[in-house]
């Protein structure tokens, strides 16, 4: 039995952690996906052709799969053919995983923070697939610096494609995963707090549905009324760069 309770915080990837950078922002990630529309659909499309932020993978696929006429069950019924197409192009190309992509400002310092603590437990919660997910974490070299055996909640684990217009939903579940299998890997463990952070309004939502306190941050698209005003309680702050004061917001 372990005797230290402690506290889980599970991170957002995308605008949380990370941030696009110059013409090639997020590039692998895209063309990722503009392979799995080609190769299941023979579409050639891209995702912003819908307002994306927030979504998962999965409901990204299928969104911008009914966006050109595809209905919803067909594009559900090949969600599984679209991820593995994706995964597919994604990991082969691995090596340019972090092109267009950069560290939000105190991120890698929070997190060295969080590993060196006796009792802290760190994961993603991510509508990235997982092998995308981890990917980009250890092509930034912050991978190590989560905690071990890694875990969390990815796209890859859960979607319900009726969650597609309140993708929160499918995110809560995710939430959930991730501190399910927190339990799993590290049994007897008393939780002190349970926390996700993350930068849209459907973190702060999903960390409500997930049972756990949600940490906004001000790192993406949306602005601290988007995410005060969703619904949802959370703490808000302008980014992860001042340390002490992410830690006094969690109670650590």
Not at 22 to 47: C, I, P, R
Not at 157 to 165: G, H, T
Not at 169 to 196: C, M, N, S, T, Y
Request: hydrophobic letters at 40%; proline letters at 3%; aromatic letters at 8%.
């Amino acid at each position: 039995m372990c005797s230290v309770g402690k506290t889980l915080v599970s991170f957002d990837v995308d605008g949380t952690l990370i941030r696009t950078v110059g013409d090639n922002a997020n590039k692998l990630h895209k063309l990722a996906f503009m392979n799995a529309w080609k190769e299941v659909y023979g579409l050639e499309t891209h995702l912003d052709v819908i307002q994306h932020h927030g979504n998962t993978d999965p409901l990204i696929l299928i969104r911008v799969a009914q966006y050109h006429g595809i209905a919803k069950s067909d594009a559900a019924a090949k969600l599984k053919d679209m991820e593995d197409s994706m995964l597919k192009y994604y990991m082969a190309n691995a090596d340019k995983a972090g092109v267009g992509l950069e560290c939000l400002p105190g991120v890698k310092q929070l997190l060295q923070e969080l590993k060196d603590r006796d009792d802290v437990l760190t994961c993603l919660v991510t509508g990235n697939l997982q092998p995308i997910g981890w990917a980009k974490m250890e092509a930034l070299g912050i991978k190590h610096l989560f905690s071990e055996p890694y875990f969390g909640g990815f796209g890859s684990d859960y979607c319900n494609p009726d969650n597609s217009e309140q993708s929160w939903k499918d995110r809560a579940e995710l939430v959930k995963i991730a501190a399910q299998k927190a339990e799993k890997h590290f049994p007897g463990v008393q939780w002190k707090a349970k926390w996700h952070v993350g930068d849209t309004p459907m973190d702060i939502q999903a960390a409500q549905g997930g049972k756990a306190q949600a940490l906004g941050v001000l790192t993406g698209v949306y602005s601290r009324q988007d995410l005060e005003g969703c619904g949802a309680e959370s703490i808000t702050l302008e980014n992860l760069q001042d340390v002490p004061a992410v830690l006094k917001a969690m109670n650590l």
